[in-house]
């Protein structure tokens, strides 16, 4: 079960990200205020939902929440700062794009996060599995980061973007091999083991 808020007498924001772990695309993170009487019994960590559950929280919490915003780090900027400084500016720009409603208190998934401008902050582990806020931020970044790897599979179809969203399976190294390294690539990472060369194909 699912707690719906930390502080009863604050505003909370829960924050999250998705895509961290990933050899290509941007890491999405989201800001969700949620009302105080929300509840909706599939909302859960969006790692244990499907991909169809996640589609259809992903409509609820967009029309339900008190306000939410999405927002993005390319692989240019992860490969310039670092995947984790990456995500916390992900969840800072999505706090910013927030228009409705300023948070008192922002959960955060996680044990790090860089502080947010004169807002206290909480870091959960396993957050998405324990506060609402947290998880509907997780299923908006998790949702809205799928669909722009499934738009970029458009451009670059031989990685399988569609399956894998830019995790490091086996076939999408395979793909690294044998068509070179595209610009949404994280070239920070390892994206293959270290006595293999990298082709730039694509740039």
């Known amino acids: 079960m699912l707690l719906p808020f930390h502080d009863p007498h604050l505003l909370e924001a829960g924050c999250d990200e998705a895509g ?7 890491v999405f993170a989201a800001a969700v205020i949620l009302p105080r009487d929300f509840y909706h019994p599939l909302l859960n960590d969006s790692k244990q939902l499907t991909e169809h559950q996640r589609d259809q929280l992903r409509t609820v919490v967009e029309a339900e929440a008190i306000d939410w915003a999405v927002a993005e780090v390319s692989a240019q900027e992860i490969d310039r700062i670092n995947i ?20 008192e208190l922002i959960l955060v998934d996680g044990n790090r996060f860089y502080p947010y ?21 997780s299923v908006l970044a998790k949702t809205w980061r799928d669909e722009a790897m499934r738009n970029l599979h458009q451009e670059f179809p031989d990685y399988g973007w569609l399956e894998n969203k830019g995790y490091p399976t086996q076939a999408h190294r395979e793909a690294i ?3 070179g390294v595209t610009p949404w690539h994280r070239k920070s990472f390892q994206l293959l083991p270290n006595d293999e060369q990298l082709s730039f194909k694509w740039e």
């Open 117 to 137: 401008p004169q807002t206290p902050h909480l870091c959960v582990v396993k957050g998405d599995g324990k506060y609402a806020s947290i998880a509907a931020a």
């Open 20 to 26: 961290r772990g990933c050899l290509a695309g941007s």
């Open 177 to 179: 091999r044998q068509h």
């Open 84 to 103: 984790l400084k990456a995500s916390f500016l992900a969840m800072h720009r999505a706090l910013d794009a927030l228009t409705r409603a300023r948070p």
